[in-house]
């Protein structure tokens, strides 16, 4: 598996070309894949947990939306990774191969419907962040107080611009992404400034830490929840073969469907929707499953 990476990064390294301006030219995009949470865990063996803080801000400098991760290996090893996220009163726990989400509500199981465990925490893997360039150009790089500073302009593609519209950007602007890079080229924190004709403004910043233990009490609104209700799901019409799961009596049930899309009813001739937020799950239970048309 190492090996593998190795020379994908490699292939990354050889294929980048940057227009460099003052300083070292940087690699960049091969950093930044170092930096994907599974190689980050893959490399450094002392690296058992990483937590990843992102704000964006207004014109004044003030936090208008953030968000917070975790990330630390699973005690399965067939589940890679245990991810928590944070955004407002909402927490998402990919925890040991189950998902659950928590809010002032309480906790819903999410049920995996369409896709697997894998298949779920992949995206949040690969560390994507809407404002990161496609194409990067190099403006400057320097050594401050053993770090490294770099400086790159991009244009960011008509999708990225589409996710941070309500930030004000309408896609004629350069963004002036900042790199710290520390040792082991780990980028410790990343600010994007957006550039128009007339002004410029730091629209967000994301910082980074690895840390050689786990913290404590990350998952303690999940890890003692046990698994002891059945959810049997038949297809209307007998389409396709049903399914089944178990989750945790005593709260709420979500289906995650993945990009299929589907209905679930709590009667067989499909009349009755079943509500996600309206029952807290006490028994088994049969849902009736039918394709949007």
Same mark, same amino acid.
């Given at each position: 598996?190492?090996?593998?990476?190795?020379?994908?990064?490699?292939?990354?390294?050889?294929?980048?070309?940057?227009?460099?301006?003052?300083?070292?030219?940087?690699?960049?995009?091969?950093?930044?894949?170092?930096?994907?949470?599974?190689?980050?865990?893959?490399?450094?063996?002392?690296?058992?947990?990483?937590?990843?803080?992102?704000?964006?801000?207004?014109?004044?400098?003030?936090?208008?939306?953030?968000?917070?991760?975790?990330?630390?290996?699973?005690?399965?090893?067939?589940?890679?990774?245990?991810?928590?996220?944070?955004?407002?009163?909402?927490?998402?726990?990919?925890?040991?191969?189950?998902?659950?989400?928590?809010?002032?509500?309480?906790?819903?199981?999410?049920?995996?419907?369409?896709?697997?465990?894998?298949?779920?925490?992949?995206?949040?893997? =690969?560390?994507?962040?809407? &404002?990161?360039?496609?194409?990067?150009?190099? +403006?400057? *790089? !320097? #050594? /401050?107080? @053993?770090?490294?500073?770099?400086?790159?302009?991009?244009?960011?593609?008509?999708?990225?611009?589409?996710?941070?519209?309500?930030?004000?950007?309408?896609?004629?602007?350069?963004?002036?992404?900042?790199?710290?890079?520390?040792?082991?080229?780990?980028?410790?924190?990343?600010?994007?400034?957006?550039?128009? =004709?007339?002004?410029?403004? &730091?629209?967000?910043?994301?910082?980074?830490? +690895?840390? *050689? !233990? #786990? /913290?404590? @009490?990350?998952?303690?609104?999940?890890?003692?929840?046990?698994?002891?209700?059945?959810?049997?799901?038949?297809?209307?019409?007998?389409?396709?073969?049903?399914?089944?799961?178990?989750?945790?009596?005593?709260?709420?049930?979500?289906?995650?469907?993945?990009?299929?899309?589907?209905?679930?009813?709590?009667?067989?001739?499909?009349?009755?929707?079943?509500?996600?937020?309206?029952?807290?799950?006490?028994?088994?239970?049969?849902?009736?499953?039918?394709?949007?048309?």
């Amino acid at each position: 598996m190492k090996k593998i990476i190795a020379m994908v990064l490699l292939s990354a390294m050889l294929c980048c070309t940057f227009s460099c301006g003052n300083g070292t030219s940087v690699a960049i995009q091969a950093i930044r894949l170092d930096n994907q949470v599974e190689n980050l865990f893959v490399w450094d063996n002392e690296i058992k947990s990483l937590t990843e803080k992102n704000v964006y801000l207004d014109k004044n400098g003030n936090s208008v939306f953030s968000s917070e991760y975790y990330y630390e290996d699973a005690t399965d090893i067939y589940s890679m990774y245990n991810i928590r996220e944070v955004i407002g009163d909402y927490t998402l726990y990919a925890y040991e191969g189950s998902v659950y989400t928590e809010t002032e509500q309480g906790i819903t199981a999410v049920i995996l419907f369409s896709s697997t465990y894998t298949d779920f925490i992949s995206s949040y893997l =690969k560390g994507e962040f809407p &404002l990161d360039g496609e194409v990067l150009n190099q +403006k400057s *790089s !320097e #050594k /401050q107080d @053993g770090k490294l500073i770099a400086y790159y302009h991009s244009k960011l593609t008509p999708q990225q611009t589409a996710k941070v519209q309500s930030f004000g950007i309408d896609g004629t602007e350069t963004v002036e992404t900042r790199y710290v890079i520390t040792e082991n080229n780990f980028i410790s924190s990343v600010d994007y400034t957006v550039i128009g =004709k007339d002004s410029s403004c &730091l629209l967000a910043k994301r910082s980074f830490e +690895k840390k *050689s !233990e #786990k /913290q404590a @009490g990350v998952f303690d609104a999940v890890s003692s929840l046990t698994k002891s209700v059945s959810v049997d799901f038949v297809f209307a019409g007998k389409e396709q073969e049903g399914r089944h799961f178990e989750i945790p009596a005593g709260v709420y049930l979500g289906i995650d469907t993945a990009d299929y899309e589907y209905e679930f009813f709590r009667d067989e001739d499909c009349t009755i929707p079943y509500e996600y937020d309206k029952e807290i799950v006490s028994g088994n239970i049969i849902l009736y499953v039918r394709a949007k048309t």
